[in-house]
Antibody, heavy 121, light 109 residues
């Protein structure tokens, strides 16, 4: 059973950098899956932030691309999210998730527990 | 970007009733790229359906998905007490960025 365990601070100062990690267990981070970050806020609902593959390849949401870096550390079996120049609009619950497309059926089949990130002034 | 519009915003039903949730896209979504999720308060979303109609592991058969192109439907044949939650559709694989609908809340009448 794949498990995703998130960690990182729940309070970030405005104009600072949000940093979260997601540790993968019960499965290989080098499998044929993309690993995504998604956030959920009252104003925007569920918003896909971006994804990383075990090769290090990435895709980002254009709305956040200039501020986002998603990386993978295979030796630690974890993925990371960095979001710079934080504002109140970035207050949200952040999730990591595994993208699955086996048999050509696509969906996010495993999710982290979520981290509430609040931006303070 | 593919915009997904879910309707209705809220569905008020009683246990045992049938729920029909709609997800419409502003561009064609390949059927195997449409997923449905259930989310309860304080929990992460849970994958219910992928490929528009394939139930994820462990999902009861009262949940079914259908549709193609720009119109997709999630049906819950007989609502159980644990089914009252918010449901989201997602397009994943058709066009970056991957997007979600705004959600349909199924509440107890």
């Amino acid at each position: 059973q794949v498990q995703l365990q998130q960690s990182g601070p729940g309070l970030v100062k405005a104009s600072g950098t949000l940093s979260l990690t997601c540790a993968v267990s019960g499965g290989s981070i080098s499998s044929s899956n993309w690993w995504s970050w998604v956030r959920h806020s009252p104003g925007k609902g569920l918003e896909w932030i971006g994804e990383v593959y075990h090769s290090g390849g990435t895709n980002y949401n254009p709305s956040l691309k200039s501020r986002v870096t998603i990386s993978i550390d295979k030796s630690k079996s974890q993925i990371s999210l960095k979001l710079t120049s934080i504002t109140a609009a970035d207050t949200a619950i952040y999730y990591c998730a595994r993208g699955d497309y086996s048999d050509n059926y696509w969906g996010f089949d495993y999710w982290g527990q979520g981290t509430l990130v609040t931006v303070s002034s | 970007e593919i915009v997904l519009t879910q309707s209705p915003g809220t569905l008020s039903l009683s246990p045992g009733e049938r729920a029909t949730l709609s997800c419409r896209a502003n561009k064609t979504v390949l059927y195997h790229h449409l997923a449905w999720y259930q989310q309860k308060p304080g929990q992460a979303p849970r994958l219910l359906i992928s490929g528009a109609s394939r139930r994820a592991t462990g999902i009861p058969d009262r949940f079914s998905g259908s549709g193609s192109g720009t119109d997709f439907t999630l049906t819950i044949s007989r609502l159980e007490p644990e089914d009252f939650a918010v449901y989201y559709c997602q397009q994943y694989g058709s066009l970056l960025p991957w997007t979600f609908g705004q959600g349909t809340k199924v509440e107890i009448k």
